[in-house]
Structure formats: structure tokens, C-alpha cells
């Protein structure tokens, strides 16, 4: 079976690694700053010309609390009027990204993250969901996969109502662990009611999939009351779940410095942390789908992994890899043809950039020959847990063996450990390197050889 997992202690601790998560091949720590509006009109023109469909990302960067654990892009704010200026530059790059478009470019699939997307009111919501539909071609029909991240305490069942009207069909819900002691350390206090009442509204409303965030590593965390934390989740029955690993950098992001490291869990912990939840959860019938994720076997994500035709990209796993993902947004990336392209993360420099009429475009990637054939066999291995040798020879006109021959011997030793199965065909990751597939995939990245591995989280 294809989320079969076998617990090895001995390889995780030789193969626990700091490395990127590959949500894109070359990662974001290769780009710079010589890619810029230019670069991104033409990727744009050839889109428009293939009539290609589309993934939209919306990055909303405010919350009204700080999670001490939190890395992403934000902005700690109780004043909900600082959300109207930002909008209305959103409202401007909408405009000046969609006139570069075709309107018959449909829009398959819609994220709102954050953040918290459910910060803005929802007037705000109602005003900016018009905006996207009138400039890009939005399904009204319910067939897109149309998704938005909740903060179980940002959002009840009149806001549930209001997204399941706008076209959201999937949530995503930010829980990350229910014990109290946990909950005070990193400053997210959220009961078990206010997540199940989300939930219930969900459901009620017909929403199509639900997803829960759940964090290992954070501190006051232990083994026993994670496990309890799993099995109320279990309890819930979400369609998806995402188990992250915390990674603490508090010399990268300053919230996590409020956090007493003394307060950790060992790694040993930690480990076992990873190993109860995935007998938890395999116990009550979720697949592992890798890289963190679980779904039940009716998920899209879990057929599309059986057919052979999951993707990864920078939202995750994805049934719509083949879209090209335009991103919105402060900080938000896109990713068209074989153009990488991030936008300022800094707000102020990402609003005057718009005002001055101007895109927001800070620094990005265009793929070369070498970097196409390298995405093509990490996502193969990331998605599917097996590579196919003559499938990459014909797509890319190379001989697999003569391209990659200096790195045979570090696919050998993988395989003599039992992390892969190696022969002249094909590379499989075996059921004890399943947990462990970023550390294969590293093995076909040019560049990390240069990069700091201190900017990566550890593989486990």
C-alpha cells in the first residue's frame, strides 16, 4: 500500500537532516533580486497565450494575536482599519495581473491565506471576493477548489455562512494542540468547543474537505498529551490533517524568542511524538501522503496519489499542479511556466510600490534546462515515493545513469541503509525512507551544497 510507513529510530536519526520542504525546485533561498516586473509580464503574455488555467494565492497578513511558534509573513494588529489600505492595493495588483490575462483562463483552484484571512470584516470579504471575480475568471459552479486558513477564534457560523456564499468549499483549520499548559506557553489559547463548533459549520454548510494544523515540538509538549490532543482530533474526523514539525529559530523570527527553549521537548520526545501520532492516525484509517500530511482514503489528495497525478507546489500537495499559481498579495509568490517571482514581504515597501501604480515584484528564479529535469525528479520521489528512469530520459532527452552518475554512490549507500530500492530502472523509496523522502530528494539538489542549512527545518 502506498501509505505504508515503517518506523526505523536508527535511519531517522542518520537521515534527520536540515533541508528544504520542495514545495518549489530551485527553493526561494535561490532567488534574487534580478528577476523582476519584466520577467513576470512575459511569463504572463505566455500564460495568456496558452490559455493555461490558474491557482490564485491572496496573502492576508493580519492577526489580531501573536503565536509565539509563528513564521510566517504577518502583521499583530488590533486596529481592523489597517486592513482597508492594504486592500486597496490588493484591489490594484488584482487589476494590473489580470489585464495580462485572458478572461477564458479559468481559475481551478482559490486560497486565502494568511495571516488571518478572516481579520477582515465581512463587508471587506464580500468586497474583495467581487473584485477577483470580476477581473479573473472564477468558477461559479462549485467545482473550483476554492479554500480559506480559519482561526477557529476569528470566525463562527455566520462567517462559515458567509464563505460557503462567496465560493469558499474548503477549510483549513489552525488548532496546533489542545493541552492548556501548551496553549498558554506559545500564547494561542483556543478550546476544543471553539474548534468542533467551526467544524460543525463546516460540515452543515456542505463544505467539500476539512483540514486540521497540528504542531509536534512545541513546548510543554509531551508524548502523553500530544497523543491526547490526536485522538480528540481524530474524534472530529477532518478529511486532511498536517502534522508540522516545529522548527525553533528564534535568531529568524523574532515571536519564537518569547519561547523558553528550556520548556522543549528532547528530541527523543519529539520523535516519539511523530511515531504515536502516525500509529494514531494509520489505527483510524488516514493514508500518509507525505512531507507532514494525512488524509482519509477517499480524499482527493489520497486518489490522486494512487493515479499517479499528485503534485507539490508552494501550497502544498496539490491536484492542480498544473496551474499556473499567480500569487497576491504581500510576500505572496507565483509560480507561471518556469518563472519563480515573490513580491515584497515588507508591507510598506509592498503598498507604495502599488500606489506608485507599480507591481510589488521583489526578487524571483527563471528555471533552466537543469533546474526543469531536477523539479521533475524530486517532485516524482516527493509525491510518489518512485522515479521512473525512462519516463525522465524521454521527457528531457538525457540518459538518467550518465547525468546523475556522480551521485550514484550516495543513492547506493541509501540503499544499503534501506531507504530506497536502486536498480538500472528505477528509484523507490521503501517503506522505512518514506518519512525520510526530503533526504533523498537533497541528493538531486544542485545547490545546497552553497546554501546555509541553518535557513532549513530538519527533515523530522
Known amino acids: 500500500m502506498l501509505d505504508a510507513i515503517r518506523w526505523d529510530t536508527d535511519l531517522i536519526r542518520r537521515y534527520d537532516l536540515a533541508g528544504p520542504r520542495y514545495t518549489s525546485y530551485p527553493t526561494a533561498v535561490q532567488f534574487d533580486s534580478q528577476v523582476g516586473t519584466f520577467d513576470l509580464f512575459h511569463a504572463l503574455r505566455d500564460s495568456r497565450k496558452a490559455l493555461r488555467p490558474l491557482s490564485l494565492y491572496v496573502h492576508v497578513p ?29 484591489e490594484q495588483e488584482i487589476q494590473l495581473i489580470a489585464c495580462h490575462l485572458d478572461p477564458m483562463q479559468k481559475v481551478e483552484q482559490l486560497h486565502f491565506g494568511g495571516g488571518t484571512p478572516t481579520f477582515l470584516s465581512h463587508d471587506e470579504l464580500r468586497q474583495l ?31 462559515m455562512g458567509l464563505l460557503r456564499e462567496l465560493g469558499f468549499n474548503r477549510v483549513s483549520i489552525g488548532l496546533q494542540d489542545l493541552d492548556p499548559a501548551v496553549q498558554r506557553a506559545v500564547n494561542r489559547l483556543q478550546s476544543l468547543e471553539e474548534t468542533r463548533a467551526v467544524i460543525d459549520a463546516a460540515r452543515t454548510l456542505q463544505y467539500r ?7 509536534y515540538g512545541l513546548p510543554k509538549q509531551t508524548p502523553e498529551n500530544f497523543a491526547r490532543t490526536v485522538d480528540e482530533v481524530i474524534s472530529l474526523q477532518p478529511d486532511r490533517l498536517s502534522v508540522f514539525n516545529y ?8 515571536p519564537q524568542r518569547r519561547i523558553n527553549s528550556n520548556d522543549l521537548p528532547a528530541p527523543a520526545q519529539k520523535l516519539e511524538m511523530l511515531q504515536r501520532t502516525i500509529e494514531q492516525l494509520t489505527a ?5 501522503i507525505g512531507m507532514d500530511h494525512f488524509a482519509l482514503p477517499d480524499d482527493e489528495l489520497a486518489i490522486a496519489q494512487e493515479e499517479s497525478t499528485l503534485q507539490r507546489n508552494f501550497q502544498g500537495y496539490t491536484t492542480h499542479g498544473h496551474c499556473d499559481l499567480i500569487g497576491l498579495g504581500v510576500s505572496a509568490i507565483s509560480q507561471i511556466g518556469d518563472l519563480y517571482c515573490q513580491n515584497s514581504s515588507d508591507l510598506t515597501q ?6 506608485s501604480a507599480q507591481l510589488a515584484t521583489a526578487r524571483g528564479l527563471l528555471c533552466n534546462a537543469d533546474d526543469r529535469l531536477r523539479r521533475a525528479v524530486i517532485q516524482q520521489l516527493i509525491c510518489h515515493f518512485n522515479l521512473e528512469f525512462a519516463e525522465i530520459e524521454q521527457a528531457f532527452n538525457i540518459d538518467f545513469r550518465g547525468y546523475f552518475g556522480e551521485l550514484w554512490p550516495q543513492l547506493r549507500g541509501m540503499a544499503e541503509d534501506g531507504l530506497i530500492e536502486l536498480n538500472n530502472e528505477r528509484i523507490t523509496v521503501l517503506p522505512a525512507g518514506r518519512l525520510l523522502v526530503r533526504s533523498v530528494c537533497m541528493v538531486f539538489d544542485a545547490y545546497l551544497e552553497h546554501s546555509n542549512r541553518q535557513r532549513f527545518s530538519r527533515v523530522i
Not at 489580531?64 to 489600505?85: E, F, M, Q
Not at 483510524?284 to 500518509?288: I, K, L, M, S, V
Not at 509592498?350 to 500606489?355: F, G, K, P, R
Request: hydrophobic share 35%; aromatic share 12%; with cysteine.
Open 62 to 90: 493580519f492577526c489580531a494575536n501573536i503565536c509565539y511558534y509563528c513564521a510566517c509573513n504577518k502583521v499583530i494588529t488590533k486596529d481592523r482599519g489597517r486592513a482597508l489600505p492594504y486592500l486597496q492595493r490588493l
Open 129 to 159: 471576493m467581487a473584485r477577483l471575480r470580476k477581473h479573473f475568471n472564477l468558477l461559479d459552479d462549485d467545482s473550483g477548489d476554492y479554500g480559506i486558513e480559519i482561526d477557529p477564534r476569528e470566525a463562527d457560523w455566520s462567517t
Open 209 to 215: 474537505s476539512i483540514n486540521i494544523d497540528l504542531i
Open 247 to 254: 522548527a525553533h529559530l528564534p535568531e529568524r523570527f523574532m
Open 284 to 288: 483510524a484509517g488516514y493514508r500518509y
Open 350 to 355: 509592498y503598498q507604495n510600490a502599488l500606489a
